[in-house]
């Protein structure tokens, strides 16, 4: 059964810094294309980053680029986004997403809240 579990959201202060993690579970994890995504009140759900499979090519959505770093440990299956200098408008419900290679996410987690208080 595919799992992907995301934790460390919460609440954080404007210009903290917070990291998300994602355990993956139920697929080769190698294989797949790992990345985050993320839904604002109102607002549809958009990309943040993303990491391919082998963790050398990494993509991150221009308006959090600089402040977003998005990394991978095969050896654990965990995948990490780490957010610095967090602003309110970064208050969302992420999410953690598997796709083969490349192309549309194949599997989801179930998200996780962060909540920035200015």
């Known amino acids: 059964q595919v799992q992907l579990l995301e934790s460390g959201g919460g609440l954080v202060q404007a210009g903290g810094s917070l990291r998300l993690s994602c355990a993956a579970s139920g697929f080769k994890f190698g294989d797949y294309t790992m990345g985050w995504f993320r839904r604002a009140p109102g607002r549809e759900r958009e990309f943040v980053a993303a990491?391919?499979?082998?963790?050398?090519?990494?993509y991150s959505a221009d308006s959090v680029m600089g402040r977003y770093s998005i990394s991978r440990d095969d050896t654990k299956n965990p995948v990490s986004l780490q957010i610095d200098s967090v602003q309110p408008e970064d208050t969302a419900v992420y999410y953690c997403?598997?796709?083969?290679?490349?192309?549309?996410?194949?599997?989801w987690g179930q998200g996780t809240q962060v909540t920035v208080s200015s």
């Open positions: 990491i391919n499979w082998s963790g050398y090519i990494k």
């Open positions: 997403a598997a796709q083969y290679r490349w192309g549309s996410p194949d599997y």
